[in-house]
């Protein structure tokens, strides 16, 4: 029997724009993404001998009953495509998922696993599969699953299959705060396509303020045009907004397609302790840097 163990980043979309509808039924998009520290952690194991098995589980080690574990399970669905690509057997194989993204966050989790797990086979498997078909199989499981074999910080277009890293010195601090509720991914795409942003993202600004170091700046180069109209579904990610950046965030915006709210702070100091004061309450809250 073989194991690895292997982490799963969170991501944020620190800028989303909707290009139009493409002719497969997908939707053009422009993104910049960033990995950050809040992470799951995933346990495979190779050629047991016995039935797949699945597990997901919170950090104390107790069942989560919500996240399917089996087929309908990304991680699942992951490993199905690397075994069918690669034609190396499935001997039995043990996934442990410990969960502490938040799920229905717009932070990828499950594209996270996804990854996880065809990072985790591939190594385990002698690395039958180069970066690029790699990414290949990772886009044919999830749309953010191409990044999330990546990491880091990238520029991603398309429906999510074209990643083009982009390096960035300076490490960023994060607050994100997740709401008790999920929003429908398909219902905002389904209004974005009636809806003109009154702001699109410039992307290549934010980039440059990164780039010096500058998070005020950055803050308010922050865009996704999902938001204002998940605002309009809840009006609970404006106020989540505007208490980040009451606790001293330098900008603030939603990510992916919500619920999950985060703030860029300047510092460790200034985000962990805008961490602290808006726990407490009905929503989760988690301190994270860019890795």
């Not at 299959?161 to 607050?175: I, T």
Request: with cysteine; hydrophobic share 40%; glycine share 10%.
């Amino acid at each position: 029997m073989k194991t690895i163990r292997v982490l799963a980043p969170a991501k944020l979309n620190l800028t989303l724009d909707i290009l139009g509808l493409r002719p497969d039924g997908y939707h053009e998009l422009d993104m910049l993404m960033q990995a950050v520290s809040l992470c799951d952690s995933i346990e495979i194991a190779a050629d047991t001998g016995g039935a797949r098995a699945l597990i997901c589980e919170d950090p104390a080690g107790n069942p989560l009953p919500d996240i399917p574990a089996d087929e309908r399970n990304l991680a699942w669905r992951a490993a199905d495509l690397f075994f069918q690509k690669t034609g190396i057997p499935d001997s039995g194989l043990s996934i442990r998922i410990v969960k502490r993204i938040p799920a229905q966050a717009g932070l990828a989790g499950g594209s996270a696993d996804a990854a996880a797990v065809l990072r985790g086979l591939n190594a385990l498997c002698g690395k039958p599969l180069r970066p690029k078909p790699l990414s290949e199989l990772g886009a044919d499981c999830g749309s953010d699953v191409p990044f999330c074999i990546r990491g880091g910080t990238a520029r991603v277009r398309g429906r999510g299959e074209r990643v083009r890293p982009v390096r960035l010195d300076p490490v960023q601090h994060y607050v994100i705060v997740k709401p008790p509720f999920g929003i429908s991914t398909a219902a905002l795409y389904a209004a974005s396509d009636t809806h003109v942003p009154a702001r699109r993202p410039d992307t290549d600004a934010l980039l440059r303020c990164l780039r010096q170091g500058d998070a005020e700046n950055a803050g308010a180069q922050l865009c996704n045009v999902f938001e204002p109209l998940a605002v309009q579904l809840h009006p609970e990610i404006g106020q989540i907004k505007e208490a980040l950046l009451a606790c001293g965030a330098c900008g603030a915006q939603m990510t992916g397609s919500g619920s999950a709210v985060f703030g860029l702070f300047s510092g460790p100091d200034a985000a962990k302790r805008a961490c602290e004061s808006l726990k407490g309450g009905e929503n989760a809250v988690f301190y994270a840097h860019s890795v």
